[in-house]
């Protein structure tokens, strides 16, 4: 079972809709067990999130009603004991699933209104320590928060790491650099970048660089899925992104 946790519901078309549901989604159409956490406000997104359910994706629905404004956004925000229960159910989760064949927990997209951007640097070791490892693909403070948390995978775009290093990301050599920044000395971590240089998977044991250069674009959110059902039971990482880059080729 994969854990992918929705800490934010966008609707289009009367469905939900977003990175974390897209990465949900790709995983169950390649044939593993989801199980989607999905946090939702009282009304119109409690709707769309409970007729999310489809083959192989459970989705549990934890609603919350919207509070005041805070100091992270002016707008209805989430109260700080709904978003720690939305956390307790996530780690519960991870208890329940971590003898699983993929022992995996994704954190994608972005949080609710509310959520202090270090939501994620405090519950990924609360993850780990059930069991299972973290996989990330977020952006910002959120994601510069969640690396301090010390994920095991971290999937970033080539555009969206330039910014946040300040150098353009244009070759793989570069690639290979920005992956080195985000592994941090963390032995074991994987770091995956994407772009068009390419896709560039660096494992934290030693630097081992392993790179692919698709014919056709990659969906990103797909191959994320992809690699952490893949990255189980001793597949040494070529093969994992290899085989991933074909799963999640469009």
């Known amino acids: 079972m994969i854990v992918i946790p929705v800490p934010r519901v966008w609707i289009k078309d ?8 897209e990465v949900a989604r790709s995983a169950a159409g390649m044939g593993g067990q989801v199980l989607a956490p999905v946090l939702a406000a009282a009304g119109e997104e409690v709707t769309a999130a409970s007729a999310w359910a489809a083959d192989r994706l459970t989705v549990e ?24 229960a939305f956390a ?23 949080l609710p209104p509310g959520a202090p951007v270090y939501a994620y640097q405090e519950l990924i070791p609360r993850v780990q320590a059930t069991g ?7 952006r910002g403070e959120v994601l ?19 910014q946040a290093l300040g150098r353009k990301i244009l070759s793989q050599e570069d690639a290979v650099w920005a992956a080195g920044m985000y592994d941090a000395g963390r032995n074991g971590r994987v770091v995956v970048v994407t772009g068009t240089m390419g896709v560039i998977l660096v494992e934290g044991d ?16 797909a191959l994320l899925a992809s690699l952490t059902m893949t990255m189980t039971g001793g597949i040494d ?14």
């Open 88 to 110: 307790d159910a996530i780690v519960a989760a991870a208890e329940a699933n971590a003898g699983d064949r993929s022992p995996w927990v994704i954190l994608a997209g972005s």
């Open 237 to 250: 990482g070529n093969t994992a992104l290899m085989l991933s880059i074909g799963a999640a080729t469009r």
């Open 61 to 84: 629905v934890h609603a919350y009603e919207p509070a005041d404004g805070n100091s992270y956004t002016e707008g209805p925000a989430i109260a700080e004991a709904d978003w720690k």
């Open 206 to 221: 030693g630097g081992t660089i392993h790179t692919q250069v698709p014919k056709t674009p990659v969906d990103a959110d």
């Open 132 to 138: 299972m490892k973290v996989a990330i693909d977020l």
């Open 14 to 21: 009367e469905a939900v809709s977003g990175k974390a549901v």
């Open 144 to 162: 510069g928060a969640a690396m301090t948390g010390g994920p095991d995978l971290v999937r970033i775009d080539a555009s969206h790491a330039g």
